[in-house]
């Protein structure tokens, strides 16, 4: 493991975030461990697939550089080492960067693996706990599972219409929707929060970020969705 201030790390991150391929293939062709190699400490350390992902994200050329990385040995599902276990896909997913997203995927990248920063799911989990929606819907296109709370920011009414007729086998309860419906309102989908709505969403309820559904309504800024969730009499819980 190199710590993250070695010189040769902090050379090798500077090449990958500012799109330097030419500069990326001569440092992997004198030092090709870097491709596999883990940056930090015992408590904290990463790979060379996260430098490329890495916050906020959307690096110049970053497919090239994640194809790169790939070839020479990267684990293209590498984890995270510390309070979270997020492989790089995670990552992009977290970021909405749809390059990155496609470029992992390419490299074999696992559409589902665990390890999401606050559901310990998928990269899925990720993008829309973090409001990426365009990453949502990209995983989705390359065949990531959409379940009953994605489809509900995702827009997806035939997914959401049939798991509500379909949820006492499918084990969906009242905070399920209640938690669906939060997303829904942020995410602006005022067909699927209708639904849910209609199923039984708790409109008091704080959830995510101390935030009801209409407060989560408010943020996500939608006027049509703010005005439907105030007619059914939904609480905020801003001071």
Do not use: C, K
């Not at 490299?107 to 990269?123: N, R, Y």
């Not at 995702?154 to 009242?174: C, E, K, M, N």
Request: glycine share 8%.
């Amino acid at each position: 493991m190199l710590p993250a201030d070695d010189p040769l790390v902090q050379a090798f991150t500077d090449a990958v975030q500012r799109g330097d391929v030419d500069s990326l293939v001569a440092m992997l062709a004198e030092h090709p461990a870097l491709a596999t190699e883990r940056f930090g400490d015992e408590q904290s350390s990463r790979a060379a697939l996260h430098v490329a992902t890495d916050w906020p994200g959307h690096f110049p050329r970053v497919a090239d550089m994640i194809a790169v990385l790939a070839a020479a040995g990267a684990d293209v599902d590498a984890r995270f080492a510390g309070p979270h276990r997020e492989t790089p896909l995670h990552w992009a997913a977290s970021s909405d960067d749809i390059a990155a997203i496609d470029a992992l995927v390419a490299a074999g990248a696992d559409l589902e693996a665990d390890g999401g920063v606050l559901t310990g799911g998928p990269p899925l989990d990720d993008a829309i706990v973090f409001s990426q929606y365009a990453a949502a819907h990209r995983l989705v296109t390359h065949g990531a599972r959409a379940t009953f709370w994605h489809a509900a920011p995702l827009g997806d009414v035939a997914l959401v219409r049939s798991a509500l007729a379909s949820r006492p086998a499918d084990g969906i309860d009242a905070e399920d929707i209640t938690n669906a419906a939060w997303h829904a309102a942020r995410a602006g989908r005022l067909a699927t929060l209708e639904l849910l709505v209609d199923a039984g969403a708790d409109l008091t309820a704080v959830l995510w970020e101390d935030r009801t559904i209409l407060d989560a309504g408010v943020v996500g800024g939608d006027d049509a969705v703010v005005r439907f969730l105030r007619e059914r009499g939904a609480r905020s819980n801003a001071s």
